[in-house]
């Protein structure tokens, strides 16, 4: 078991900066994920980790080593990719005891550790078969049993899951951070689905535009994001560019929201203190903090009439964008609010407290 | 309506093929059909065409030391030329596929199939010239001191051989290297991840994976060096014992045509069993990795 430590790692291609000077510390027996969106950095983080891409600067450490100079067959990673990768001229059983031919293990280890590679992902019955004789979900398995049979120092997985339906892919996601704890092996996932993200991981990195954002873990990432593109890329989000009120402390004017013609939308961020860099203030309001209400609050801050301009009900809950004079909300609400879904032009009140208001960095 | 409309597009179809299957037909079958009809036709002492019909031809072919000598032999340099065609194919087509800009390789291209734009007695001409007793390989290597009297290059089977490898190599690079284009580069990523160095990942992934492509360009080598004569006539000379070379003398020498007639469907037949287990095996293969 094994760490993983990044120090200021650059990788330019043809003077594309597609990571610059990232800096990163995966603790032993950590499941890691690193999050963005596609073009941000994070496949060519993965592949400079397994030795595939050379830094254009900095340096790799596994498990303490440094590692940079060290081709891909000599690191002792666990990878599983994309499209699985399976050798397709080759058994399940041959296909998981590749590696330890490889290492030239006598025939009766090999057999054991292919077995219990095999009933580690519940795919004991499947030896014999090929691989174009699996399903996408049993395919990913046994890429996993291969990586794993090894016994590598970490395990590293390439969008492992993109491949697979939606309901596979939450069976596969829970069976995934499953067998990691059991072999407590460090593992660095790569993704770009934020639920996969946030439900499997220890930790998360986010990358966009080849730095690293914000890591954290899943609830740090999503309750505190470091800046706009956190915020922007993990859920949904409302964000107010604010200005402070001269006369009273801790009152915010959102800029672009007007509750009725000559009022801006007033916001009191409570007794948090705001460091303010530049004259603006940004602050976020996640959409399911939003509380409805279909009588006049007694609020004079943090509170607004608006009128639904659009609802769409995915069972669980209710997403609904509203406007006010000028500006738009969105929200999110449980099923239960409303007995029946609302019409679109319904008036009604919304509210949020003002620990919900998070100011956020601008970012790069 | 929509049925009459895709009937008029089915229609419109086979119209766009009647070219090409009338051409086929005038020019292959009917020629092929003549043939074989042909070399059941019993000739009398002064080579004239009876109207009796035998298997007299092939048991000639088939009994005679000379043919089939000349059968075995010409399957050796077939096989011979095939192996070496691969060998040879194998690295330029993966230097092909893995041209880091797609200018490169179109140049690799280019260069590849640019044999293919020079005639054969052309081609076969340039290598007189410099396989020749005072051609240019010997007056080389003369003048290096390297050998003392020329070599004899020319008018041999080695000749023929490397003649022919040199025009049958595309014909074995184009279908490597579609093997190679299409196989998963993230394989040979997962094969290193697991431990294997390039070599051994080259030949226990990429190798068997680029197997199709290896026996496709296999079958197609093997069947045009077991009937080519014109290249082997003219830098081996017509003494090799090359069974196309026999067909050729029996038409324009002998003029024995039910035998040559003969000679040639043999021949067919013999390469088609040959290209057939080829074949077979591709199809077993594929069948292994994709079901």
Known sequence: MKGIKIDHVSRIFNDNVALADVSLDVKEGEFFSLLGPSGCGKSTLLNIIAGFLEPTDGLVYIGGNNVTDLLPYRRNIGMVFQNYALFPHLTVFENVAYGLKIKKLPRKEIEERVTEALSLVQLSSFAKRRPHQLSGGQQQRVAIARALAIQPSILLLDEPLSNLDAKLRKEMQFELRNIQQRVGITTVLVTHDQEEALSISDRIGILGKGHLQQVGSPLEVYRRPANRFVAEFIGQVNLFEAVAKKDETGIYEALDYQTDENTTLNLDVGNLVIEQKQEKVLLMLRPERIHISKTLVEQRLNSAKVKLQEASYIGNALRLKVVMNKGELSINTPDLMFETLPNIGDEFYVYWDAKDLIPLEEGE | ?291
């Open chain 2, 1 to 291: 309506m929509r049925k009459t409309k895709k009937e008029k597009q089915q229609v419109f179809q086979w119209l766009l093929l009647i070219p090409t299957v009338l051409f086929f037909c005038v020019f292959l079958v009917l020629p092929f059909v003549l043939l074989i009809v042909l070399s059941f036709r019993d000739i009398d002492s002064m080579q004239n065409l009876l109207d009796t019909y035998s298997f007299s031809h092939y048991i000639e072919v088939f009994t005679s030391d000379i043919y089939i000598d000349a059968i075995l032999s010409t399957l050796g340099l077939a096989a011979v030329t095939t192996v070496l065609c691969i060998v040879f194919a194998y690295p330029a087509a993966y230097l092909l596929v893995r041209a880091p800009s797609r200018r490169l390789r179109a140049l690799f291209y280019i260069l590849l199939v640019s044999p293919l734009l020079t005639s054969v007695v052309i081609r076969t001409f340039a290598w007189i010239v410099l396989l020749a007793q005072n051609g240019l390989i010997n007056d080389i290597l003369l003048k290096l001191h390297i050998i003392s009297e020329p070599l004899s290059l020319l008018w041999n089977m080695k000749a023929v051989v490397i003649a022919y490898v040199q025009v049958m190599l595309p014909f074995a690079v184009l279908p490597i290297a579609t093997s190679l284009s299409e196989t998963n580069p993230n394989l040979r990523n997962a094969s290193m991840s697991l431990g294997a160095g390039r070599i051994q990942s080259f030949l226990k992934v990429t190798l068997p994976l680029t197997i199709p492509g290896i026996i496709s360009g296999a079958m197609i080598v093997f069947s045009l060096a077991a009937g080519s004569y014109i290249t082997a006539l003219l830098v081996g000379g017509r003494m090799q014992p090359i069974f196309p070379l026999s067909i050729y003398q029996q038409v324009m020498q002998v003029f024995n045509l039910p035998l040559a007639a003969a000679m040639s469907i043999s021949l067919v037949f013999i390469v088609l069993i040959f290209v057939g287990i080829l074949g077979l095996i591709l199809k077993r293969w594929e069948a292994r990795m994709h079901g």
